[in-house]
């Protein structure tokens, strides 16, 4: 279980690996790391904005394991058919919740069926 109290001192920063400063991937990475789940690759010069990510998304999501939504889960979010964006899936009380990083609102947790709603896929890999 993680300590939730250190998360919103999260900001939001494109490519950002160190935290606090992460962008969405780094915070999955930093969820992982606290959780002692397996490193993953940083891919520190991943950025949503030019592609990078649906192109590292397209090589690397075939290694992993497809789940159903888990702690410590990777969550893969589609608009459309490309992947833009990505949370973590945690624990919050007795539920699970995703946790995600943004630049308008920075972290938050918010149950995993609100967030589905924004996208038009949902993805989970461990």
């Not at 999501?61 to 789940?67: H, K």
């Not at 995703?98 to 949902?122: D, G, Q, S």
Request: proline residues 6%; hydrophobic residues 40%; aromatic residues 12%.
């Amino acid at each position: 279980m993680i300590d939730h109290d250190k998360y919103p001192s999260g900001k939001y920063r494109e490519g950002g690996r160190v935290w606090p400063f992460v962008d969405c991937y780094g915070l999955v990475l930093e969820v992982r790391r606290d959780l002692g789940l397996p490193d993953w690759p940083e891919w520190a010069f991943i950025r949503a904005g030019d592609g990078s990510m649906v192109e590292v998304a397209g090589k690397w999501f075939p290694t992993l394991t497809p789940c159903e939504p888990e702690e410590g889960a990777l969550i893969a979010l589609y608009e459309g058919s490309e992947m833009r964006h990505v949370g973590v899936v945690v624990r919050v009380d007795a539920s699970l919740e995703a946790m995600e990083i943004t630049e308008k609102h920075n972290v938050i947790c918010l149950p995993l069926h609100r967030l589905k709603r924004r996208f038009v896929r949902v993805e989970y890999y461990k």
